[in-house]
């Protein structure tokens, strides 16, 4: 709604109110006596002006300012539906489990390492048994190179329609001789403003006066990709499943 759309609702309640102040007026005219008409009319007709005229003034005061107001401070609409968020998915799991990474949007890489390795085995485990661990799938090369690289994989969150994936976190790498520790990210706090029109205008549009949805979420997908050597031997800890492509086991 523009500056003139907002104006046109308070011109209107500016009739209203006048339309019910001068029948008021004219019901009393013929009732009240001179003396108790001039008083009747001090009071309606000076302070009652001022107050309606001081309110208009709020409400057009209030529209100039509403027109300044940025329209879209986030995006909206961006949310995916449970159909695609599980066709990206499938997507994902199809082309990891396969080993054709490259067929991978290059957005859901959220980072990429080497590490030179010269040990006959590697534990990965997790710090705590109920922290929450990516998805680990691990593909054995063809040959013995003596180097380990990773892949982070991580799709997008939302936060009622707001892409808020950059804001999150991925788990922690510690290396520590022949052990990789996966160390659950710190909880992040997001804090929202939510900007809507004022009850007076939206009385005259089709939109909600009150929010009637709650703030919903989706978290990404989190995979982490290792290429191994190919006799590097894997021990996993209890809370850790580990995933192989093709018969890498």
Same mark, same amino acid.
């Given at each position: 709604?523009?500056?003139?759309?907002?104006?046109?609702?308070?011109?209107?309640?500016?009739?209203?109110?006048?339309?019910?102040?001068?029948?008021?007026?004219?019901?009393?005219?013929?009732?009240? !006596?001179?003396?108790?008409?001039?008083?009747?009319?001090?009071?309606?007709?000076?302070?009652?002006?001022?107050?309606?005229?001081?309110?208009?003034?709020?409400?057009?005061?209030?529209?100039?300012?509403?027109?300044?107001?940025?329209?879209?401070?986030?995006?909206?609409?961006?949310?995916?539906?449970?159909?695609?968020?599980?066709?990206?998915?499938?997507?994902?799991?199809?082309?990891?489990?396969?080993?054709?990474?490259?067929?991978?949007?290059?957005?859901?890489?959220?980072?990429?390492?080497?590490?030179?390795?010269?040990?006959?085995?590697?534990?990965?485990?997790?710090?705590?048994?109920?922290?929450?661990?990516?998805?680990?799938?691990?593909?054995?090369?063809?040959?013995?190179?003596?180097?380990?690289?990773?892949?982070?994989?991580?799709?997008?969150?939302?936060?009622?329609?707001?892409?808020?994936?950059?804001?999150?976190?991925?788990?922690?790498?510690?290396?520590?001789?022949?052990?990789?520790?996966?160390?659950?990210?710190?909880?992040?706090?997001?804090?929202?403003?939510?900007?809507?029109?004022?009850? !007076?205008?939206?009385?005259?549009?089709?939109?909600?006066?009150?929010?009637?949805?709650?703030?919903?979420?989706?978290?990404?997908?989190?995979?982490?990709?290792?290429?191994?050597?190919?006799?590097?031997?894997?021990?996993?800890?209890?809370?850790?499943?580990?995933?192989?492509?093709?018969?890498?086991?």
């Amino acid at each position: 709604m523009n500056a003139v759309g907002a104006i046109i609702p308070i011109l209107f309640i500016f009739l209203i109110i006048w339309g019910i102040f001068y029948i008021i007026q004219s019901k009393n005219k013929n009732q009240l !006596t001179q003396k108790h008409k001039k008083q009747r009319l001090y009071l309606s007709n000076k302070r009652i002006f001022w107050i309606v005229t001081g309110y208009i003034l709020i409400l057009i005061l209030a529209a100039g300012f509403y027109a300044f107001i940025p329209q879209k401070l986030t995006p909206v609409n961006v949310y995916i539906d449970d159909e695609e968020y599980d066709k990206i998915s499938n997507h994902l799991y199809d082309a990891i489990n396969t080993g054709n990474i490259e067929q991978i949007d290059p957005s859901f890489i959220s980072s990429k390492w080497e590490k030179e390795y010269s040990g006959k085995q590697l534990k990965i485990v997790a710090p705590e048994p109920n922290d929450i661990t990516p998805t680990i799938v691990v593909e054995r090369k063809a040959t013995d190179d003596k180097l380990i690289e990773g892949i982070y994989y991580k799709t997008k969150s939302y936060v009622d329609g707001i892409d808020v994936t950059k804001k999150i976190s991925s788990d922690q790498l510690k290396w520590s001789n022949d052990t990789l520790t996966l160390i659950e990210p710190r909880p992040v706090k997001l804090n929202f403003a939510l900007f809507h029109k004022d009850i !007076t205008l939206k009385q005259f549009t089709e939109e909600p006066s009150v929010r009637e949805d709650d703030f919903s979420s989706s978290f990404g997908i989190n995979i982490l990709y290792l290429r191994v050597p190919k006799d590097l031997k894997i021990i996993e800890s209890e809370e850790i499943g580990i995933q192989y492509v093709g018969d890498s086991n």
